[in-house]
């Protein structure tokens, strides 16, 4: 006996189901779901300096490791492996105290590293670096969830944006105009200077000491 022929029923006709208005729109894309330029503005205008400074390279400007490694050892910790670790918080987006000084760090890159060892001495190239990853320590750096990521273009406008709002493009036009100007008399003046011809030196007047 022939068995019915048919095909095989699916699931669900909606490759989609279950998931939320921004994942779907992010399934449908096929990329990653960004942030409003609006959206970005207004978080800019809430942030300190260092952290749109941050967004704005979009990375962080962690210290060299010769630069941040100080007197004694640098490291701060010891794993159950044996490997050392070091943390390097990032100077620009910590936050800054009331009086002006650094502050608890927003990011925090660590560090896993081996000391490779002969008889007991460390070798001359024996400091190897194992992983690194960067620990978001206050979770305020992170935009909520569902909210989309940002781009550091977003920033860049963010932070340019509030310094010519609401200003006459007119006169804005006019004043780098006419900066630009005065920059070039002044270099044309100068490159005159550079070019006129040095007094004599039979010539010079001699001070009357009469």
């Not at 022929?5 to 189901?17: I, L, R, S, V, Y």
């Not at 990329?31 to 409003?36: D, G, K, S």
């Not at 794993?79 to 502050?103: A, K, L, M, N, S």
């Not at 190239?125 to 989309?148: E, H, P």
Request: glycine share 8%; aromatic share 6%; charged share 30%.
């Amino acid at each position: 006996m022939t068995g019915r022929k048919g095909t095989t029923a699916k699931a669900t006709d909606n490759p989609f189901a279950g998931l939320s208005v921004q994942g779907e729109q992010q399934a449908r894309r096929g990329q990653t779901l960004y942030a409003t330029d609006n959206d970005v503005a207004l978080r800019a205008q809430s942030e300190e300096d260092g952290v749109v400074a941050c967004r704005e390279r979009g990375r962080h400007e962690f210290p060299s490791t010769r630069a941040s490694v100080t007197d004694g050892p640098p490291f701060t910790d010891i794993t159950d492996e044996g490997f050392y670790v070091r943390r390097i918080p990032c100077p620009c987006c910590r936050h800054v105290d009331e009086d002006g000084t650094p502050g608890l760090p927003r990011v925090v890159r660590v560090e896993t590293w081996d000391l490779k060892h002969r008889r007991g001495k460390i070798l001359p190239n024996g400091a190897q670096i194992v992983s690194s990853r960067t620990v978001y320590v206050d979770r305020s750096y992170l935009a909520d969830k569902g909210t989309g990521r940002t781009k550091p273009r977003q920033w860049r406008n963010a932070a340019m944006g509030p310094m010519f709002a609401g200003q006459s493009i007119v006169e804005v036009k006019r004043a780098i105009l006419d900066a630009r100007d005065e920059r070039e008399r002044l270099a044309a003046e100068a490159y005159a200077r550079s070019l006129a011809p040095a007094e004599p030196e039979g010539l010079r007047a001699v001070p009357d000491t009469a």
